[in-house]
Every structure is written in C-alpha cells, then in structure tokens.
C-alpha cells in the first residue's frame, strides 16, 4: 500500500509540475535594460537605458515603435500610465520627469529634480491623475513626490509628514514595483541596514511605517518588489540579496490585512533572490507569478510554497496581460509567454 501511494504522489508531482509550464515568445530584442513594463491597449511599453521608451503590439510582433526621449542617455527604471499619458522619471540627478502622450507618443519633460542626491526608484499612477514618486532618502527621510493632476504640479512631501529613515535604508530602481498606489492609498517597501513597509490611507496626509521580520543588514538586502490584491487586501513582498542570489532565507512575506501584519514564508525553500513579483488577475492573491535574475517561480497557495518554473536568465520585471499570459523583460529583450496552468 505505501508504494502504491508513493507512486500516486510522485505521478501527480509530474503533473503539477507539467501544468506549469511558459511558452516564450520573444517580443523585442535591443541593446537595452528594461525594468519597467506597462500594458495598454494590446501593447506593451518599455522604458530602459540610452533614453529609450517605446511599444511592440502583443498581437502583431511586427508592429513596434521606440523613441528616444533625451540626447543625454538616461538611464529609466519607471514607467507609469493614467488614462491619457505615460510617465517615466530617469534614476540620477537632476531627474527629469517625463510626461507621454499615449496618441501621439510625443514627450515633454514637467518637473526637474535638481537635488544632487536625488535617486528615483520607482513611480505609480492612477487614472484620476493622481502619481506619487519614490526616491532614496533625501535628507533625513524617504524621497516622496505626489501629484494630483497628471503632473501638472507636483509637491514633495516634507520629513515632517514621511517617517525618519534609519541610517543604511534605502528603495531598489529594480522593477518599478517597490511602491502600490490604489484609491489614494499608497505602500512601499524598503530594504538596506532595515528592511520596513511605509502605509498611508490618505495620499501622503500621514505615513506609517513598521519594520518587517526580512532579510536586511547591508547595502544590497531588503524588499525589492510588493503587489497587493486591494479588494481582500492581500498582499506579498519578495527580495532577498542580488549579491548572493542563491540566499533564500527570509525574502518572501505576506499579509492578510493590507500590511498591519506580515508573514514570513518559505524561507529556505524557495529559489532565491526575486526582483518582481505580480498577482495573477482573478486569483485574489492565491496565484503569484516571481521573477529573479535567474529563476521565475510560482505560488499557486498565497506564497507559502513555490516552484521554479523556468531557468530563464537575466529577466528583472514581470507583468500579466490577462490570466493567462504575461510578459517579461530584462536584458535587451522583452519576452511573452503563455502560461498553461
């Protein structure tokens, strides 16, 4: 009897395992890095190194178009949409900031951060024209810019209002999804000497923040990405340390209440180092899709477990589609993929 279940286990290990499967498709290759991606109207768009921004058709492969948005080869790693533009801040001072009609792809810069420190990491938009952006510590707190009318103006928040940063502390400009932005409710994460979680129900009025039980201590520890499931208030934060990518100790957490408390999970027992990590749309957070410099994993119970579902090398960002396809980029490509599960 016990080898006859053993062999049913091990059977339906090999059809779990097979069910989960991507089928790539390469969208766009470049010599680029890309670690911001947004999807509209059947495209997906880009912004990456050497100033380049642009689109490939998810339907058409052969339609495409890219722009280069400044002489000086900046270097993005945001990208963020309303319902009539899209927005991209460069990562070093002065930041420009970059508004982008989504007709006619014509650009213009509408605010300039010339603070010598300034280092944006990451930017978040909703279709009401509210935007906030992240940026490392700028004095003696976390770096917030918010705007409540597409970008027309923008007001940087005061240390007065964000918490003080602890010595060490900073963001990662390493996906763009470090900050969560939804109905004037914003949260982002942080990582460095300490890793900690900063909430705010009203726009930026008054800002939280907690320590989290993760993976921290040096320069490059911390939480790289968050994504939430706003209607349950779900939630999942991943990253670990890009030095040592094979450390898997303490780098995925999760929360059931919209961030009062956090759970750490699988630790020890995961492929390492994640970069991004995205929902799937539908699963109310039950479904995670991850996505490190050389794995993309998947959690099919609220990421307690997960499994490596590919060995795909030198992909940073990741985002679905539809439930059943997402796409990726990182290293002078940009890849789809249909997932069969």
Known sequence: MKTKISILIFLSSITFLK????????????????RALQVFNNKVYYSGTDSKFGFVDLKNTESKKQVILSDKKLQ?????????????????????????????????IIFIDTTKT??????????????????????????LVKTKNSGKTWEKLRCSVVP????????????????????????????????????????????????????????????????????????????????????????????????ETWQIQASGKNAGYMTCVKIRPGSNGKEIIAVGDQHISYSDDF??????????KNLYVVDWVDKNNLVFAGKDRILKAYFNN
Not at 118 to 143: R, T, V
Not at 201 to 211: A, E, P, Q, S, T
Not at 303 to 312: H, M, Q, R, Y
């Open 303 to 312: 990421g307690k477990t997960w499994t490596k579902i590919s060995d795909e």
């Open 164 to 259: 003080k940063v602890i010595n060490g502390e900073a963001a990662f400009a390493a996906s763009n999804s470090n900050i969560f932005l939804k109905n004037g409710e914003f949260w982002f994460v942080t990582g460095g000497m300490v890793s900690r979680q900063y909430y705010s129900h009203d726009f930026g009025k008054r800002i939280n923040v907690k320590k989290l039980d993760f993976v921290d201590g040096t320069s490059s520890t911390g939480i790289y990405s968050l994504d939430l499931n706003f209607n349950n208030r779900f939630g999942i934060a991943v990253g670990g340390d890009y030095t040592k990518q094979a450390d898997n100790i303490n780098n995925i957490a999760t929360t059931f209440n919209g961030g």
């Open 19 to 34: 069910s989960q499967t991507l089928k790539f498709e390469t969208l766009l290759q470049d010599k680029i890095s890309i």
């Open 76 to 108: 993005f790693r945001t990208l963020a949409q309303d319902k009539n533009s899209f927005y991209t801040i460069n990562i070093e001072s002065p930041a420009y900031f970059f508004k982008i009609d989504k007709k006619t792809l014509d650009s213009k």
């Open 118 to 143: 300034a280092f944006y990491d990451a930017l978040q938009f909703e279709n009401d024209g509210n935007g906030i952006a992240l940026g490392d510590p700028n004095g003696k707190c976390m770096s």
